[in-house]
């Protein structure tokens, strides 16, 4: 068994930061934290402006040069265009921090400071409804209205920043947020877990109104990899449960229920607007495995245990917009929450299940190179019995014990199956025979007891009487069978 999971394992060292700050670090970082991220990105654009600078004034000292060069020649010099090229070059290498509103545009006819009215293409009835609850959740605040208007205000500034690198749009969200939140933490003077429900509601209202802006942008490759990752699993669905080493017995009926609810709240991941929410989704299906580890295993589930069961129910999921997701929650979630907690131990996790399933190979499932290749063009399967040699390798012999088994199943229930055909064969036959005997009996009565076709004729002594009354019955067909009816008689006074 500790062979087996030699592909799968993962140190918990390994879901921490690099730099060693012990923080959870995250595989859209390069291993880093959200705040040695952001150290580090800062540094690297810090580096880079001064490359352009260093540039900037290269080629101005190089335009310089060539100018006074070419300046006796010149009757009446004039520096007007290199004065244009220079700042051009200046205004090309510094960098934006706020894209001011077009003229033409349509939002400057909506400058009311309502945000419906000015962000009326988002209007919709989650983002009307997320901002009554931040506006309900304000009130008691003293400081609630600023805190409500910064939020408007930025999110509305967001809209004429939309064709910004997703990497630029993060990093405006992230620098309010922390901003925000060092205001927080003076304003209540240490009070974490207030400035957090805070933070918590501003990151609701906020990403509600820019969700369709800021999820899987145009300028990403996102949509991309949300292929190439929803293919790749297509690929895979070859995988066993044993290949994978994962616990989990889903003929147990509680174990089985607990790996559809991980599968169904993995998948409503997508359905969710709020990162804080999607992130609570995952949480949910972590749960849910831990549940149904420790049901099969009748004992606590080890980290060595999730993390297989995870890529399980990855592969069995397939989820929608996996990496668009992801990315979404690594760029627009409050940092703190990714960084500690349980949030972000699980969403760690996901991210290195799906590191492991773009990276997966035969030796992380003890096959062969030759094997994996197989199984991946669809040219055999684990699931067939195998005739050759390979079938003696562990993951083989027990993908092999399971066909076996499914078989026996199978042919349990074909025996069933002839059991029933051929009992209603014979209630079949036996309903034909009743038939044919009810049917012998009423022919066998009707037999016995003749319909009769006249009536006996009574003699009366007025034979004119008797006619008229055999003329009053004639037309009376269903009363044949009575008695004739009675004459009247003179009694002599």
Not at 112 to 125: G, K, N
Not at 138 to 158: D, H, N, V, Y
Request: with cysteine.
């Amino acid at each position: 068994m500790t062979s087996q999971r030699r592909g799968i394992h993962l140190d918990q060292s390994e879901l921490l930061c690099k730099k060693g700050c012990g923080f959870y670090g995250n595989t859209g970082w390069q291993g880093l934290c959200s705040k040695c991220w952001r150290e580090e990105n800062q540094r690297e654009k810090q580096k880079q402006i001064q490359e352009d600078w260093a540039l900037a004034e290269r080629l101005q000292r190089e335009e310089e040069e060539a100018y006074s060069k070419h300046q006796k020649a010149q009757s009446q010099p004039t520096i007007t265009p290199f004065s244009n090229k220079v700042n051009t070059v200046t205004k090309f290498f510094t960098p934006s921090t706020k894209t001011p509103p077009k003229k033409d545009t349509p939002f400057d006819a909506h400058s009311s400071p309502s945000p419906s009215s000015s962000t009326s293409r988002h209007s919709s009835v989650s983002s009307d409804y997320a901002t009554r609850e931040f506006i309900d959740f304000l009130k008691p605040l003293k400081s609630g209205r600023e805190i409500f208007k910064q939020c408007r205000a930025f999110t509305e500034s967001m809209v004429y920043k939309r064709d910004m690198g997703a990497d630029e749009l993060s990093e405006c969200v992230q620098d309010f947020y922390q901003n925000l939140s060092d205001r927080l933490h003076t304003q209540f003077k240490g009070s974490s877990d207030h400035v957090e429900s805070v933070m918590d509601e501003v990151e609701k209202y906020m990403m509600t109104r820019l969700y369709k802006d800021v999820f899987c942008p145009e300028t990403t490759d996102d949509e991309r990899k949300d292929l190439a990752i929803q293919k790749r699993i297509r690929a895979l669905h070859w995988v066993t449960i044993e290949m994978l080493c994962v616990p989990v017995d889903e003929e147990i009926a509680e174990v089985s229920d607990s790996v559809v609810k991980a599968i169904t709240d993995v998948i409503e991941m997508d359905s969710k607007c709020v990162p804080k929410e999607k992130l609570a989704c995952i949480t949910r299906c972590s749960k849910h495995i831990f549940n149904a580890i420790k049901i099969s295993k009748k004992e606590a589930a080890s980290a060595d245990d999730f993390l297989p069961t995870l890529i399980y129910i990855v592969l069995k999921a397939n989820p929608p917009r996996l990496q668009s997701n992801i990315q979404y929650i690594t760029r627009f979630s409050n940092p703190s929450r990714l960084m500690t907690g349980e949030d972000g131990y699980y969403f760690t996790n996901l991210c290195c299940a799906v590191a492991f399933i773009e990276k997966l190979d035969g030796q992380s499932l003890n096959l062969s190179s030759e094997e994996f290749d197989l199984y991946m063009s669809g040219q055999a399967s684990p699931h067939w019995p195998q005739s050759t040699g390979a079938s003696s390798c562990s993951p083989g012999s027990a993908a092999l014990s399971q066909v076996h088994k499914r078989l026996d199943v199978l042919t349990g229930l074909g025996e069933r199956q002839e059991r029933v055909m051929e009992k209603a064969r014979q209630l079949e036959s036996d309903l034909i025979d009743w038939t044919d005997e009810v049917e012998q009996k009423v022919q066998s009565v009707l037999e016995s007891f003749p319909a009769e076709t006249q009536n006996p004729t009574a003699t009366t002594a007025s034979g004119t009487t008797s006619a008229a009354s055999s003329a009053i019955d004639s037309d009376n067909v269903e009363n044949e069978h009575l008695p004739p009816p009675l004459l009247p008689q003179v009694f002599a006074g």
